[in-house]
């Protein structure tokens, strides 16, 4: 069983950074995949950005060259850096991973972008 940990949520104004912390209980190398999804009111969960087999990155289009997911492996950690924040980026931002074929989730954080 993995268990993850998120952190860095919070308030911010348009066109600020966070940076989100997801930490593993177990050794990252063990995991085959972790990555960051997120769900606005109203909608459905979708994906952000992830690692996936091979240290190979996938972002959403709609944060390509604004997030960057990055992993500090002596942390069992997995960040993702948001720059340039929108209103529409507004959203309870989940930490994912997946092992042997199963899916864990952290407990989410808020991010809230103001104007």
């Known amino acids: 069983q993995v268990q993850l940990v998120e952190s860095g949520g919070g308030l911010v104004q348009a066109g600020g950074s966070m940076r989100l912390s997801c930490t593993a209980s177990?050794?990252?190398?063990?995991?085959?995949?972790m990555g960051w999804y997120r769900q606005a009111p109203g909608k459905q969960r979708e994906l952000v950005a992830i690692?996936?087999?091979?240290?190979?990155?996938n972002y959403a289009d709609s944060v390509k060259g604004r997030f960057t997911i990055s992993r500090d492996d002596a942390k069992n950690t997995v960040y993702l850096q948001m720059n340039s924040l929108k209103p529409e980026d507004t959203a309870v931002y989940y930490c994912?991973?997946?092992?042997?074929?199963?899916?864990?989730w952290g407990q989410g954080t808020q991010v809230t972008v103001s104007s």
């Open positions: 690692f996936s087999s091979g240290s190979t990155t």
């Open positions: 994912n991973a997946v092992r042997l074929d199963r899916d864990y």
């Open positions: 177990r050794s990252i190398f063990t995991i085959n995949a």
